[in-house]
Nanobody, 124 residues
């Protein structure tokens, strides 16, 4: 079993930055970590992910150039760095872990364990 915990959400002004962290705990190994978001009335979307084995990352077109997924120095922690935030980035952000690499890229993995999520609000 694997437990994921997100931290770092909050209120930020447009153009500002936030750093979200996802920390995994438990004996279960995993192949990838994905970051997802869901705004009220909208479908959940992946914003970025990282393959734990080779470190390759993927970012959605909506956040490319502004958001970066990376592994933190702390063990079992993946970070989502969000810069130049826009009001449309307002959403509940969650991280998830994939048990195995089921596709060529982490964007296509099946994600098996999910965190509780953290709210990000971008508003003046």
């Amino acid at each position: 079993q694997l437990t994921l915990a997100e931290s770092g959400g909050g209120l930020v002004q447009p153009g500002g930055s936030l750093t979200l962290s996802c920390t995994a705990s438990g004996a279960q190994t995993y192949a990838g970590i994905g970051w997802f978001r869901q705004a009220p009335g909208k479908e959940r979307e992946m914003v970025g992910c990282i393959d734990i084995g080779d470190g390759k990352t993927h970012h959605s077109d909506s956040v490319k150039g502004r958001f970066t997924v990376s592994r933190a120095n702390a063990k079992n922690t993946v970070v989502l760095q969000m810069n130049n935030l826009k009001p449309e980035d307002t959403a509940a952000y969650s991280c998830a872990a994939a048990r195995s690499a089921t596709y060529w890229f982490c964007s296509g993995y099946q994600y098996d364990w999910w965190g509780q999520g953290t709210q990000v609000t971008v508003s003046a």
